[in-house]
């Protein structure tokens, strides 16, 4: 097997409560953005029009809000880079798509001149459609954090194990829409699948640690629990970071050479993986410790 490190003997349960204070504070920074700005909500949740353009020749962001302002619609723009397109995105609106959609290509062929353009995507959302999609990403993300507290409790026999996992992927999913809220970075159906993934993604190093902690339980039955979990952590340390770095390393290609198709995904996942890793670390194991130190 591949060695990323040596041996390494760090006391990680000693630092608990600098890891307890650096979460509380990436998640309260995330809490005020997402109370102050709110999160940016895409088509799929709160419904409306959809219209992409590419122009033949540059043109900048400006020009082409000059132009929708000038239709009398309020509108999101997103740019796509390097392709002289953009995403016009009339949120919450309820006429037809088709209205809305002629009012924004008439008004931007009045207002840019010598420069012709072609409509390459038309999309409309419901309101009932946009609640009924709102509602059932909810309910999926809460199922499946369910589901993993059950598998855990199960598997290690022992409920305060599963709690801990969960916590810390809940720890991971919240960081990661936060800084979704700070960057002002849609949320749409794509993104709550990548909250998914990441939430996958977080147990499963996490369960690699408590099978350990497990094993090392029965070959070691008078060790200290803190030592232990020192121990364990310490033992499979490579083998973390030599995933994560793996998985990091794709999603950053993603991030920067996807296109602006993925690129919310991409960020996502990028943030939820770093959060991911430093939890697995970090969180759910001194949680662990925490519990059972104050039980006894």
Not at 111 to 134: C, K, M
């Amino acid at each position: 097997m591949m060695i990323l490190i040596g041996k390494t003997n760090i006391n990680f349960i000693a630092k608990r409560h600098i890891f307890f204070a650096v979460s509380g504070l990436a998640l309260a920074v995330g809490i005020v953005s997402v109370a102050v700005k709110g999160a940016n909500l895409g088509l799929d949740f709160t419904g409306g029009t959809l219209l992409q353009v590419k122009f033949d020749k540059p043109i900048t962001i400006s020009e082409v809000r000059r132009a929708v302002k000038a239709a009398g619609i309020e509108a999101g723009i997103q740019t796509f880079i390097g392709r002289n397109a953009f995403a016009l995105k009339v949120k919450g609106r309820q006429e037809n798509v088709n209205e809305i959609a002629d009012k924004l290509l008439q008004s931007l062929k009045s207002n840019i001149q010598g420069n012709t353009f072609s409509e390459e995507r038309r999309d409309y959302v419901g309101p009932v459609v946009g609640r009924d999609l709102s509602k059932k990403a909810l309910f999926a993300i809460i199922l499946s954090l369910f589901g993993i507290i059950i598998y855990v409790a199960f598997r290690f026999s022992n409920p305060v194990w599963g709690a801990a996992g969960v916590i810390a992927l809940l720890h991971d999913v919240f960081v990661t829409f936060g800084a979704m809220s700070i960057t002002n970075r849609e949320v749409d159906l794509v993104v709550v699948a990548a909250l998914l993934t990441i939430a996958g993604y977080s147990i499963n190093d996490t369960i690699v640690i408590f099978d350990r902690m497990r094993e090392n339980i029965r070959k070691f039955p008078k060790m200290l629990l803190g030592e232990l979990i020192n121990v364990s952590v310490n033992e499979t340390l490579s083998r973390t970071l030599i995933t994560n770095m793996s998985v990091l390393g794709i999603v950053l290609i993603l991030f920067i050479f996807g296109g602006d198709v993925i690129n919310n995904f991409a960020f996502a996942m990028l943030v939820g993986s770093i959060a991911g890793t430093y939890s697995t670390i970090a969180i759910s194991t001194p949680l662990v410790y925490q519990w059972e130190r104050r039980r006894k």
